[in-house]
């Protein structure tokens, strides 16, 4: 193994991904910029103008011809990487269905931001959650050091052959993209070590040519979907993997699908994605002081839908709650309702609450944290009120 | 090559043709007269369908992929060219 | 260039496009000059929806299909791609309809051409959302019926000179071209391969089961468009404008409008004012 020299700077989780794509030696980077994504590509165009980063930024001019753009650049067979928000995300709706069925191993950092209207610049994660039915791998993170980790990561699952289906590392709104806070950066070599050189099945290679992303009707496009499917379902396998070898390496592990905290015996667990575990996690610290049986559930893989760990984590608990910085507006949070039908013919179901909380840059204190595990410690076994705003 | 089914998502090999489009026409053109190798044919068939016969300095004609469009009847200069409904099998 | 220069293998066959399509030979022809070291991005439209469903494949080189607002962004992509891996000697074409350049793909051009990378971006011009129906689109000409546009409510908007538009961004090199004039459209298609950016190109492709005329009147419609001057023959290169071809004597537009049921309406008042329109022009 490779002498590690990683370096410790007090940086923003937004400049921590700027790093991570200059360790993955990115050959062109195509994005275009939106609050709060803007600090990762322009410290990326620094990174290069200072000769730091061998890439070519290319100055598209929206994010549907970012995403077009870093497909062509995986046509060609180099690595590419991209990165938006919001508004952003949804121009680029239709290539991100493109890029998951025609099976393109992008990596895209999504800064978790609210979707107009209301138009609003701040956090949630609506943006990300509309997007689930496309096909991607969504992963959320909590912190600067984990938004690092999971890009290199990223790219080692996307272009794993047995998986070739676009990534979506998603960060939190200001609360994690602009907040600094110490992160290790790894050396180039040992990433090099983990991270090997992008290895295409298929290119538009003139030597061996093929009509690649074609159209299909009837039983082959049927085929092809069910190819996909069991990719992404799959593709839980080699996250797990990808995060073992990481530890292994980098000494870093974020629990894999799931990551529970004091479950152990918990009569009630919260489950929320992203940067507000954090402070979840302190609630229940001192919940759990105060004698009360409750845990806390970090869901970072939230496509390919861990179904098989919430099953285990949430079997014989009473109630859970579900934080949801989104909705599926007409029906409830997306967490609440994946996770109802991913437990779906358990015996002595938990009750879930849904809350839809922290929208467009609402804060969710302590205090909010407290309320919602409250709640679910009183709450009738296998009862799933309605959904409950708790933004005040 | 790697085999087609090897490949995740929609692709396939360049070149592939599983139909030929000759069926679309019963007429298929015929040199009648006397052609003087100008080539105009051969450069505006859409389908290159016309083959130049260097040899004997003359066209020909490929009734598996000629959509029977008439193109290269209207433009022969010495029209030397007629469409000629071709009899058999359809 | 002389025809008997011209390649003789067949890179583009037994595509499902109709017989007399000026598109499917501007295809033809396009490869012939780019060789085996070219790849195609074709958005929707009819050259790709004639070309794309598994497991047919007409392209004897490498091809992919993008989605219809998309073709530059995605040349622009591979290209840079290429750039990276060494490889700036393979041919990167855009073949995009009208449709999909002068509106709905006419931003991604625009930014495209800004980014500067080396590829070659067609235009080819059937006048109209053919695909999908004989639609109307930006270059719809003035006087046009579609299914949008039917009469009496033809098209009443001139068409986007796309030309000056991307001549505006400084580009490098663009053309206009006609599927009839093939020598002077295989030239152009190969100076534009020799430049280190991008490059523009369109060609008028007349389209027999949209403008309504019977398939073997392709080449000549295309020939009566040039020699009424209603469509000009042209480059743009180190920021001049130049006419490759000029017609000896301009045949009257009237044969060309009645030659197709898609001007047939035309009272001889609105005949008589185009043609006025095209004497002004070109003077």
């Known amino acids: 193994m490779a002498t590690q020299m990683p370096t410790r700077k007090f940086i923003t989780a937004n400049e921590a991904v700027a790093q991570a794509a200059r360790l993955a030696r990115v050959d062109v980077v195509a994005a275009y910029p939106i609050t709060p994504q803007t600090s990762i590509v322009e410290k990326i165009a620094k990174y290069i103008a200072d000769g730091e980063m061998d890439a070519d930024y290319l100055k598209v001019e929206s994010e549907h011809s970012a995403l077009t753009a870093c497909m062509g650049v995986r046509m060609a067979g180099a690595r590419a990487f991209t990165s938006t928000s919001s508004q952003g995300l949804e121009y680029m709706h239709e290539m991100l269905a493109y890029a998951a069925g025609g099976r393109y191993p992008l990596v895209l950092v999504n800064v978790c931001r609210s979707v107009a209207l209301p138009w609003s610049i701040w956090g949630d994660q609506q943006d990300a959650i509309q997007q689930r039915d496309t096909g991607w791998i969504q992963i959320f993170t909590e912190t600067g050091q984990e938004a690092l980790d999971m890009v290199l990561q990223a790219y080692r699952i996307a272009e794993d052959h047995r998986v070739l289906l676009p990534v979506m590392v998603c960060l939190d709104s200001f609360i994690q993209s602009h907040t600094e806070e110490l992160v290790e950066i790894p050396d180039q070599a040992a990433v090099d070590a983990f991270l090997p050189r992008y290895d295409p099945v298929v290119t538009l290679d003139v030597d061996n040519p093929y009509s690649i992303s074609v159209g299909a009707f009837g039983k082959n496009y049927a085929r092809w979907r069910e190819e996909q499917q069991a990719a992404a379902e799959k593709s839980g396998e080699i996250i797990l993997e990808v995060g073992d070898e990481f530890a292994r390496i980098f000494g870093r592990h974020y629990g894999g699908l799931i990551e529970e905290y004091h479950c152990d015996g918990a009569e009630a667990i919260l489950l929320a994605m992203g940067a507000f575990n954090g402070t979840a996690r302190d609630m229940v610290d001192e919940m759990r002081e105060e004698g009360k049986a409750v845990g806390l559930v970090k869901v970072r893989a939230f496509r390919p839908f861990p179904i098989e760990p919430l099953r285990k984590v949430l079997s014989g608990v009473k109630a859970a709650a579900v934080l949801d910085r989104d909705c599926s507006w007409g029906y409830e949070g997306a967490l609440a309702t994946d996770l109802k039908a991913a437990l779906y013919g358990l015996p002595d179901p938990p009750a879930i609450l849904n809350f839809i909380g922290g929208l467009a840059g609402a804060d969710v204190p302590p205090e909010r944290m407290r309320y919602m595990l409250e709640k679910a410690l009183t709450a009738e076994r296998g009862a799933t009120p309605h959904l409950e705003f708790i933004d005040r | 090559m790697k085999p087609e089914k090897q490949i995740p ?48 300095r003359k066209v020909t004609f490929n009734f598996e992929d000629c959509k029977g469009c008439g193109i290269c009847v209207r433009e022969c200069p010495t029209k030397a060219i007629e469409m000629v409904e071709q009899e058999g099998e359809r | 260039m002389k025809l008997k220069d011209i390649e003789k293998e067949e890179f583009y066959r037994a595509s499902y496009g109709c017989a007399g399509c000026a598109a499917v030979l501007a295809v033809r022809l396009t490869i012939k000059v780019l060789g085996k070291n070219s790849v195609y991005v074709v958005p929707a439209n009819c050259i790709s929806t004639v070309s794309c469903y598994y497991p047919q494949a007409p392209f004897f080189v490498p091809f992919t299909v993008m989605a219809f607002a998309a073709t530059a962004s995605a040349c622009s992509g591979i290209s840079a791609g290429f750039k990276r891996r060494g490889r700036e000697d393979i041919h990167v074409v855009g073949f995009s309809g009208d449709g999909g350049t002068a509106d709905i793909g006419i931003q991604a051009l625009s930014g495209a051409i800004d980014c500067g990378n080396k590829f070659i971006y067609i235009c080819y011009d059937n006048e109209a959302y053919m695909n999908t129906g004989i639609q109307r689109s930006g270059l719809t000409p003035y006087g046009a019926t579609t299914s949008t546009t039917p009469a009496p409510c033809f098209e009443n908007r001139p068409k986007k000179d796309m030309l000056r538009i991307v001549a505006a961004h400084d580009i490098p090199y663009a053309a206009t071209a006609c599927s009839s004039y093939p020598l002077d459209y295989m030239e152009k298609v190969k100076k534009a391969s020799q430049v280190n950016g991008p490059t523009y190109i369109h060609i008028l492709t007349p389209c027999p089961t949209g403008w309504g005329f019977p398939p073997d009147e392709t080449i000549e419609i295309g020939r009566m468009a040039v020699e009424s001057g209603l469509w000009k023959l042209t480059e743009f290169e180190n920021g001049e404008f130049r006419t490759t071809y000029t017609p000896k004597r301009r045949r009257p537009v009237s044969e060309y409008l009645a030659a197709q049921t898609r001007f047939r309406h035309l009272s001889p008042e609105q005949v008589a004012a185009i043609q006025k329109e095209i004497d002004a022009a070109r003077g």
């Open chain 2, 9 to 56: 998502g929609p692709v396939s090999r360049a070149g592939t043709i599983p139909t030929r489009m000759g069926t679309w026409s019963t007429a298929k053109p015929v040199l009648k007269g006397k052609c003087t190798f100008c080539l105009f044919c051969w450069v505006f068939c859409p389908e290159g369908a016309i083959s130049q016969d260097e040899a004997n």
